[in-house]
């Protein structure tokens, strides 16, 4: 991708931020904080607080007329808060929506750049669906690397330039600047995936809508990321992601949906034979470095992936 330095910012966008907050004050705060001192305004933030009681917070948000907070013990999930973020924004006339989970934090220029690089690429010839920051797990310091779908699954992928901005498929949810004139030409995110996976799902849906998806390496966020166990395998350190059983069930069940069914023809045996391996490696990943309620942790990542093949959506488990 052809890019030099962009022009410098007006306030011209009308940018919102969305906060998907469960049961974590601290990591909310931290996140609205982040949000509130961006080197470009944002208008407004909403938070879909999912928690059972709401969430405490401190005065100086309460004071703040720019925060709305919208309670839904129910829990709407990931997906069906997105889904209320994306129809508010919509009919407030946002330009954006700057999407997050409560444990990401946006350096103060994250904003900036994202918009800067929006104001360079995007064109009538080449029209930008989100424009995404480089996502550092903040306990490991690893890239999180954005997905290509190659047939029959996704792959997470780094660049060949690691300076210059570059597409991909399906960037991850927190951080994602979403353009909403792109936004309203798909569906909004599947509230049936509950969980896991919308990112994968939303960002391929804009791909094959005609749009680009770009990530920007000089645009930082910091996000964590399950529960990381670091180990050393022939003189190298890996770090492996261990999650609930919840968890290990939605990770299952919707990357074995969405992967079957954007494959297309043959792809789809290969898809599931796949899906087949990694339920066995993540097996063995949970019998070998996972520690307590293995057999939940199994039983979770087996019914997920039936569910996954069979199609069973939904807040099931």
């Known amino acids: 991708m052809n890019f030099s330095a962009p022009n410098q ?10 906060i998907t ?3 974590d004050g601290e990591a909310l705060h931290a996140c609205i904080d982040a949000i509130q ?3 470009y305004p944002v208008q407004q933030i909403l938070v879909v607080d999912n928690s059972p009681q709401p969430l ?5 948000h309460q004071l703040t007329p720019s925060l709305l907070v919208w309670h839904h013990p129910e829990n709407l999930g990931i997906a069906g808060g997105l889904e209320l973020a994306f129809a508010w924004a919509a009919a407030q006339g946002f330009d954006f929506l700057w999407t997050f989970d409560q444990d990401s934090i946006p350096a103060p220029d994250c904003l900036t750049l ?7 690429l995007a064109g009538e010839n080449y029209p930008v669906g989100i424009v995404a920051p480089t996502a550092i797990d903040a306990r490991t310091g690893e890239t999180v690397r954005p997905s290509l779908f190659l047939g029959d699954r996704f792959r997470g992928f ?3 330039n690691p300076t210059d901005p570059y597409e991909c498929d399906a960037p991850i949810t927190s951080g994602s600047l979403v353009q909403m004139e792109a936004a309203r030409q798909i569906s909004p995110p ?14 391929l849906r804009l791909r094959k809508a005609g749009f680009h998806n770009i990530v920007v390496p000089a645009a930082r966020m910091y996000h964590r990321f399950g529960m990381p166990l670091q180990v050393e395998l022939l003189g190298r350190k890996k770090a492996f992601q261990l999650y609930s059983p919840l968890r290990y069930y939605y990770i299952c069940r919707n990357q074995t949906y969405l992967e079957l069914v954007h494959s297309q023809g043959g792809y789809k045996f290969t898809c599931t034979l796949r899906r087949i391996k990694y339920l066995i490696m993540t ?4 019998l070998v470095l996972d520690s307590g309620s293995k057999i939940e942790k199994i039983r979770a990542s087996i019914v997920g992936t039936y569910h996954g093949f069979t199609g069973k959506l939904g807040k099931l488990f």
Not at 9 to 18: E, Q, T
Not at 56 to 60: A, F, G, I
Not at 192 to 203: E, H, S, V
């Open 21 to 23: 907050a469960y049961e």
């Open 56 to 60: 405490l917070l401190p005065p100086s």
């Open 283 to 286: 097996i063995l990943k949970i």
């Open 114 to 120: 994202l918009l800067e690089t929006y104001t360079h």
């Open 190 to 203: 599947d509230r049936q995936l509950f969980m896991d996976g919308i990112d994968l799902d939303y960002g």
């Open 9 to 18: 910012l007006s306030n011209s966008f009308l940018v919102a931020a969305y």
């Open 158 to 160: 780094l660049p060949p």
């Open 37 to 39: 001192a961006q080197s």
